[in-house]
C-alpha cells in the first residue's frame, strides 16, 4: 500500500514538474525579459537583466551598460547615459550632433517625440554608417562602422536632462529598440514626429 502511495506521489511530482517546465517554455517563447531597475541621480531606468552595467569609460558618463550581442554580430555594444550641467545644450542641437556621427552618405534619419513617467522626451532614430569614437575623447579619433545604428534619447526630468545613447552594430542595436524605449517607460505608438528647427545663420 505504501509503495503504491509512493509511486502515486512520483508520478504527481512528475506531471507537475512537466506542467511548470511548458508554462516556462511559453513565456519564454513570448518573449517575457526579466528586468532590473536601476537608479541614475533622479531617474530610474528598467533594463534588461542581461545588460551589465560597468564601470563609466569616461568621467562624462553617469553609467553604462553592456549589451550582448545577438546573432550577426560578434562585438557587444552599451548603453551610455549622460547629464551635465547646464542641460548640455538645446534637444535640436544634440540630436544634431548625433546625426554627425555618421557619413551622409545613405543616412537614415527618424526623430519622434514623446511623454513618459519620468518625463518628456525626444527619440532619434539614425542608421547609416557610423564614424564610431575609438580610444581617448580628446584624440577624435573615429573607425567607420558600416551597417551602424544608433537609438538616443534626450529625457527632460523634474531636476535635470537625461541623455540615453545606443550605438554600434545594427543588428544588436535594432534587437534593443523596444527596451530602450521601456527603460524610461515610453510607448512607440503615443510618439509624434519631431522636426528640426533652422539653423540660425549669423549674418
Do not use: C
Not at 564610431?132 to 527632460?156: A, H, W
Request: proline fraction near 5%; avoid cysteine.
Amino acid at each position: 500500500m505504501h509503495s503504491i502511495t509512493r509511486f502515486a506521489a512520483a508520478v504527481f511530482v512528475t506531471l507537475s514538474s512537466l506542467a511548470l517546465s511548458g508554462t516556462a517554455f511559453a513565456e519564454e517563447s513570448d518573449g517575457d525579459v526579466v528586468t532590473k531597475q536601476v537608479k541614475v541621480r533622479d531617474v530610474t531606468l528598467t533594463l534588461p537583466d542581461s545588460w551589465r552595467q560597468t564601470q563609466p569609460a569616461s568621467t562624462l558618463r553617469l553609467a553604462q551598460f553592456e549589451v550582448p550581442p545577438v546573432m550577426g554580430d560578434k562585438e557587444p555594444t552599451e548603453l551610455a547615459v549622460f547629464s551635465f550641467a547646464g542641460g548640455g545644450g538645446g534637444v535640436d542641437d544634440n540630436i544634431r550632433r548625433w546625426i554627425s556621427q555618421f557619413e551622409g552618405q545613405g543616412r537614415e534619419v527618424t526623430l519622434t517625440k514623446g511623454k513618459s513617467p519620468q518625463g518628456e522626451y525626444w527619440f532619434a532614430d539614425i542608421q547609416g554608417t557610423y564614424l564610431m569614437p575609438v580610444g581617448p575623447p580628446i584624440r577624435q579619433q573615429t573607425k567607420r562602422l558600416e551597417g551602424g545604428r544608433m537609438l538616443g534619447i534626450i529625457l527632460k526630468a523634474d531636476k535635470g536632462v537625461y541623455f540615453l545613447r545606443m550605438a554600434g552594430p545594427r543588428y544588436t542595436v535594432s534587437a534593443q529598440e523596444n527596451a530602450i524605449r521601456k527603460a524610461i517607460g515610453a510607448a512607440q505608438g503615443e510618439e509624434t514626429e519631431h522636426e528640426l528647427a533652422e539653423e540660425k545663420v549669423e549674418p
